[in-house]
């Protein structure tokens, strides 16, 4: 029984090296991810600069856009939420400076819009990941969610299918969203057929790299059953499956549920990426933990099992 145990550590151990760079690691956050903290919408030299300067600051989220740098005419990959389409900030330039940081450690999840600006940033992102020294996360949404979102997804297939080269990065994959204030949706949650078609489509596409799927706070908190299905469900043959969680400010969260979630799901295996106010009220001290050993030797069976499914 030693040996074999021994066997799936070192399985496991291998498939993770393989794989990209594990943020809870390279942030020693002692196997809770809830400890990492996010700065949003990176788009332009300085929130850059400043982003990099905080501290307290471990991943920096950004928006890829098809635009023009500044004044010039050519329309390349730039950091830019729609629907702006200018930035002083290029992607190219955002990851080198990223990486040129010698004495600061910070991960990238750059949000991709549309397919275009992807398939622009293919060779960026290849040259890369080629040098990784930071987690980096490439996020879409590929897949209509609650509630009745009417914001058209980035075509799942597709995007999956020009992803698969990235071997050393994560993908975070979710659902289109229509709630919050700006939207007067106050009620709802991921559906058990929302559930089920984001693991076809990942099954369909045979996805390798580790995932995280982003869920919206206030929606995730009403899914707990549907998001906890989501996390157990075999057959993915990935390194590493992890819950990210979002707000919007002004959204509608139910903390006592959310804090639930968290805590079922395990800190281990949740970003928490909400605003201060809503973080600050959360219950995350007693979420279940798992230390190194036991995560490894869970990876290892879900690995082994998934050849059987």
């Known amino acids: 029984m030693k040996s074999f145990t021994a066997g799936l550590l070192v399985l496991a151990s291998i498939q993770v090296a393989m794989s990209s760079i594990d943020p809870a690691t390279f942030f ?64 190219e330039a955002f990851l080198n400076t990223v990486k040129d940081k010698k004495n600061i450690t910070k991960g990238v999840k750059l949000d991709f819009k549309t397919l275009e600006a992807l398939n622009a940033s293919k060779e960026i992102l290849n040259k890369t990941q080629n040098d990784l020294k930071f987690p980096l996360f490439i996020n879409a949404d590929i897949l209509p969610g609650p509630v009745n979102a009417n914001t058209t997804p980035v075509d799942a297939k597709e ?55 982003p869920v919206r706070a206030g929606l995730a908190a009403n899914s ?57 009220n959360l219950t995350l001290s007693s979420a279940a933990s798992v230390n190194a050993a036991s995560f490894m030797l869970a990876t290892s069976l879900l690995i082994l099992l998934s050849g059987y499914l």
């Not at 307290?56 to 730039?78: F, R, T």
């Not at 993915?236 to 006592?256: F, H, P, Q, Y």
């Open 28 to 91: 020693n956050v002692q196997g809770n991810l809830t400890n990492i903290k996010w700065a949003h919408a990176v788009n332009s030299k300085e929130l850059l600069t400043q982003a990099l300067e905080q501290a307290n600051v471990s991943m920096l989220e950004a928006d890829v856009v098809l635009g023009k740098l500044n004044n010039s005419e050519a329309v390349i990959p730039i950091m830019a939420h729609p629907p702006k389409n200018t930035s002083d900030l290029s992607l």
């Open 159 to 213: 995007f999956l299918t020009q992803t698969k080269s990235f071997k050393n990065c994560t993908l975070s994959v979710g659902w289109t969203t229509r709630y919050g204030s700006k939207d007067n949706v106050t009620e709802g949650g991921y559906t058990d057929e929302q559930i089920k078609e984001m693991v076809k489509v990942l099954k369909e596409q045979q996805v390798t790299q580790p995932i995280t799927y």
């Open 224 to 280: 707990v059953a549907q998001i906890k299905m989501l996390m157990e469900t075999p057959g993915l043959n990935t390194a590493n499956v992890t819950l990210t969680v979002w707000s919007s400010e002004g959204d509608k969260v139910d903390v006592g549920k959310l804090s639930t979630l968290i805590k079922e799901v395990g800190v281990a295996k949740v970003y928490v990426d909400v605003p201060d106010d809503l973080r600050q």
